[in-house]
């Protein structure tokens, strides 16, 4: 923390300075009077005595302000000096403050541009008071079931035991139809069903209004009361205070508005923002089909979260939730034997809830900062290019007596210039990468977000950045033109030694930075390629042609006898509607990006592990579904009309997975069960091609199928193909249909699956693979400007060996072939090391990103003969202006 | 009396104050008395020259009572002191050395 102690110094040394004042007044005013008596004592009078005191001293002012003087300058002037000095150096040379600025400026604005994407995705903590102390307490059942949940029973007791917590609390999402009044028409909208005790624990700063209170969660389904969200409030409702006590209605009940939540606050997950939150006690009021599975302790639905108390580690928060919990599992073995307990971070949490995203947030973090790091030794280069001019200088002061610490922090007060424009610049630049990454959107009519956002975490990210910049590039350069003044100080010329190692210093310098873009363009080539792969690649269905409309039956309380009668009246109605191919129902769309997981356990197949069942994903579906899909049915038969609540459970399953637990087998006939208790054995009697489901990018997964008339779902999404290639107008008569069923039904996402598959697809990867390969790019033109500097600066140094060699007889074509090897000689030798860099990379990325597939050769052939095609360009302009050396001049030029 | 060679304030203030911690006024004695009276200090460089030594840390003052019963700021050597007067007296007495020895030298010697 020296730095810290040598700024703030400087302004402690500002208020300290009339004290010191006063305090060399004082010492003179004892010396004037000392020297006063003995004068007297020697026979003056007492006028004379004086007169003659302040005589010989020279003026008390005077002294006193050479007292000062020697005392030293205090440090917030000096820097002020530095500052002053460094600013008018760079304007004297606006070439190189202009490739410095605009260097440090992109490698700047690019980590933060990618550093926003990263805090949107994973590393943006709760808006909450305190965030560090909120930890996640989740039950894991290791693999048989995704996501970190727990059963409402436990909860209950788990809060009432924690005696490290101030609070535990408890949430899940759902989906909630939404209308102002009882005339006006329902939306869908998701909200969070909440523990009474949820904005007071978290510490959620209010807009306007109040959380909920105890009393709230006392009665079950007395108290209809909702917190809305600062985008519904903004939105949907009058946006001023007196929303509080207005009116909603959820899922048909009225509920009294009693607060809305800070704008910051925008849910527990960084995708998902719910508009409104209701208390726990509502929920079985709200969703009667929850009472099944708030009275199961085996019902894993919450996610729970708590505050630790101050000064509690998470280690004895840890070992207090074990030992509870053990007396839970003993006391409840049905229920909680098989799971064991854990306590996460928020980080950690968000990590193990999309390890993908996590790896993808890591590879674009190193990535950009190798763009960073090229970018920086593009300054230290020019810097250094400097420094024989700045040693003269540098020489000079320290003959003046100047001491060397303070040289020093002048250079570095130089590069922190640099600096501070450089984070100026990035901020711009990264202002326009967060535009161009807030373009990215899902269509859906849920409230996703990414959100990206120019925020004080990033300009607080840029500001590190940037000093550390300062630093990285300052540092050496600064060191060197301190080393040389020395030896300078004593001779006019530089020693050759030094010459030859400061040469040295920068091809080493510009190797680096041909070997790292070529790493960077390697690990960009290898993101494009496969993304470029994933996105040619057949999805393994329709994506035109096709119309997607979601609707929830639950919503409008169905029954599961009404919501069947009701699919079946729409499917039916639906065909019926000019212009319709055909229809189908399913409980999930491919690539929304998530998906229906469900334990199974597979007949006959013995887990590794010791465990009894695996959660795979799946969807119910129609017996429409593969055709108007055009999915590829591999073996068997497709679901037909008489696979329904009566007739045997049956499944089709796709190719990895009869792979995965029947390899070499034939999977039809073969049979597997849900893991819960009582569900029957379905048999499989068809098998899939295997596709995409989560994103465009995966691997290879296992997926299966279930009859929609086999399951209880109310939640389906409509799928209709069209005649027409676009789909969108046939939107308006799709809903007309499901309104003329029940006009109070809320319909969402009803667009065109051209619209959907683009976006959500194409969207991110696209997204992504534009960003990698600007990275790339960028540094790539960072590597090449560092090696045209390097080239043209020791092509200016050796006009005069060049002079004589053609003086000699090299013609004007050896000089451009020395200058060019020069060149070449940097960038074969940058490349042989990325080479061995990009291996490595190319490893750790194929580990990382299973689905980016196998990276082909192409990229390895392609990257060195681009960098070899920048290099000879960026040769040949200085290998040109050789060549053009006159002899004559070169040589009478001393 | 001799007038002072640049940089030899500095070695006689650390001198005196060697001596014993003394105030400003009290080093322009201390140094009057001990070479003599030969060496004049210039008054107005004195105070300048006690604040450079401080701040490179070779002297500390506080405040005290004089003789007479008045606040005065009295110096003392810090170790860093003691050790650069030690060793510029070493300096110095090389320096003094060569120079007699060179100055001496006689026409048979060259």
């Known amino acids: 923390m020296r730095w810290l102690a040598w700024l703030t110094g400087g302004v402690v040394n500002r208020f300290r300075r009339s004290r010191l004042d006063r305090e060399t007044r004082d010492e003179l005013a004892f010396h004037l009077s000392s020297r006063v008596r003995d004068l007297m004592a020697g026979g003056m009078t007492e006028g004379a005595a004086e007169r003659q005191a302040r005589i010989e001293l020279g003026g008390v002012e005077r002294c006193v302000e050479r007292v000062r003087d020697a005392r030293g300058f205090p440090l917030a002037e000096e820097f002020m000096q530095d500052l002053r000095h460094g600013c008018r150096l760079l304007a004297k040379n606006p070439g190189f403050t202009a490739v410095s600025v605009l260097s440090l400026g992109l490698g700047i604005g690019t980590n933060s541009a990618v550093f926003s994407l990263a805090d949107a995705l994973l590393l943006r903590p709760l808006a909450v008071r305190a965030p560090g102390e909120i930890l996640s307490i989740s039950t894991t059942d290791n693999g048989r079931s995704f996501g970190a949940r727990m059963s409402y029973l436990n909860y209950r007791d788990l809060r009432d035991l924690a005696g490290l917590f101030t609070g535990v609390i408890a949430h899940h999402i759902s989906a909630f139809s939404v209308a102002q009044s009882a005339t006006a028409p329902a939306q869908m909208k998701l909200g969070l069903v909440v523990s009474e005790d949820f904005f007071s624990v978290l510490g959620v700063p209010m807009a306007v209004g109040r959380g909920f209170i105890p009393e709230e969660g006392r009665v079950p389904g007395r108290d209809a009361v909702v917190v809305l969200s600062h985008d519904l409030w903004k939105t949907s409702t009058s946006g001023d205070a007196s929303v509080i006590g207005s009116q909603v209605r959820i899922n048909g009940i009225v509920f009294t508005v009693v607060g809305v939540a800070g704008p910051a606050f925008t849910g527990m997950d960084a995708f998902i923002r719910p508009a409104l939150y209701v208390p726990m006690a509502m929920d079985t009021r709200l969703s009667p089909s929850r009472r099944a599975v708030i009275d199961d302790r085996g019902a894993n639905s919450l996610a729970v ?314 969807a119910a579906v129609d017996q429409h579904y593969f055709s108007t899909m055009k999915m590829t049915l591999t073996r068997g038969r497709s679901f037909t009309s008489g696979d329904d609540v009566e007739s045997p459970r049956v499944a089709i399953v796709n190719e990895a997975f009869a792979t995965r637990y029947w390899p070499g087998q034939n999977p039809i006939g073969k049979q597997f069960r849900i893991d819960a208790t009582g569900t029957p054995w379905m048999e499989i009697v068809g098998t899939t091609a295997t596709g995409k489901y989560m994103f465009i990018g995966e691997a290879p997964r296992p997926f299966f199928y279930l009859p929609v008339d086999q399951v209880d779902r109310s939640d389906l999404t409509l799928l209709v193909e069209t005649a027409s290639a676009d789909a969108s107008p046939m939107v308006a008569p799709v809903r007309d249909v499901i309104h003329g069923l029940n006009a109070n039904l809320p319909v969402y996402d009803a667009v065109p699956f051209a619209t959907f598959y683009e976006q959500r697809a194409m969207g991110l990867p696209l997204t992504i693979t534009q960003m990698v390969a600007a990275m790339g790019l960028l540094g790539l033109t960072l590597a090449i400007i560092g090696l045209y500097g390097l080239v043209a600066y020791s092509v200016s140094r050796r006009t005069k060996e060049i002079g004589l060699r053609m003086a000699i007889g090299a013609g004007s074509r050896d000089v451009l072939a020395m200058v060019l090897g020069q060149g070449l000689t940097l960038a074969f030798v940058g490349i042989a090391c990325g080479g061995v860099a990009s291996l490595g990379i190319a490893r750790l990325l194929s580990a990382g990103m299973t689905g980016l597939g196998r990276p082909s050769l192409f990229t390895y052939a392609v990257v060195p003969v681009l960098l070899v095609g920048f290099t000879l360009m960026a040769s040949y302009v200085p290998a040109r202006r050789a060549a053009r050396v006159d002899p004559l001049v070169a040589l009478r030029d001393e | 009396m001799a007038q002072l060679l640049p940089g030899t304030l500095d070695l006689l203030i650390l001198k005196a104050v060697s001596l014993s911690p003394a105030h400003g006024y009290g080093i322009l004695q201390r140094i009057a008395q001990i070479s003599g009276g030969a060496l004049a200090i210039e008054q107005g460089a004195l105070y300048p020259a006690l604040a450079r030594l401080e701040r490179q840390r070779l002297l500390d003052a506080e405040w005290g009572t004089s003789d007479n019963n008045r606040a005065a700021r009295f110096y003392r050597l810090t170790p860093a002191g003691k050790r650069r007067l030690r060793e510029e007296t070493d300096g110095w007495r090389a320096l003094v050395e060569a120079m007699t020895a060179a100055l001496a030298a006689t026409s048979e010697e060259v």
């Open chain 1, 305 to 618: 979260h708590g505050r630790l108390k101050r000064g509690v580690s998470r280690a004895a928060a840890s070992a207090e939730m074990s030992t509870i919990w053990h007396g839970l599992s003993q006391q409840y073995p049905d229920a909680n034997q098989a799971l064991t307990i854990t306590v996460h971070s928020g980080l950690e949490e968000r990590v193990l809830e999309s390890p993908p995203v996590a790896v993808l947030v890591a590879v674009l973090l190193a990535l950009v900062s190798i763009v960073l790091v090229i970018a920086c030794a593009n300054v230290t280069n020019l810097l250094l290019g400097r420094a024989r001019a700045r040693s003269r200088e540098c020489a000079v002061r320290l003959a003046l007596g100047v001491s060397q610490s303070r040289l020093l922090r002048q250079l570095l007060t130089e590069s922190l210039v640099l600096a501070v424009l450089g984070c100026a610049a990035g901020l711009l630049f990264a202002y326009g990468g967060i535009l161009f990454l807030q373009r990215f959107r899902i269509a859906t009519d849920l409230p996703l977000v990414i959100a990206t956002q120019l925020d004080a975490r990033v300009l607080g990210f840029s500001v590190v950045a940037a000093a550390l910049s300062a630093v990285l590039c300052g540092v050496v350069p600064a060191w060197q033109s301190l080393k040389t003044s020395v030896v300078l100080s004593l001779k006019s010329g530089e020693p050759a030694a030094t010459r030859r190692s400061r040469t040295a210093g920068r091809s080493v310098l510009v190797v680096a930075q041909v070997a790292l873009s070529m790493t960077l363009l390697v690990a960009a080539g290898i993101l494009v390629d496969g993304f470029r792969k994933a996105l040619l690649l057949d999805p393994g269905f329709r994506t035109t042609h096709l119309l997607r409309i979601s609707t929830d039956t639950s919503l409008a309380g169905y029954s599961p006898e009404d919501t069947h009668r009701f699919y079946r009246q729409l499917i039916e109605r639906t065909q019926e509607v000019p212009g319709v191919a055909s229809a189908t129902l399913t409980s999930g769309v491919p690539l929304e990006g998530w998906s229906w997981a469900q334990p199974v356990i597979p007949e006959g197949y013995r887990f590794a592990n010791g465990e009894r069942s695996e959660a795979m994903f799946s």
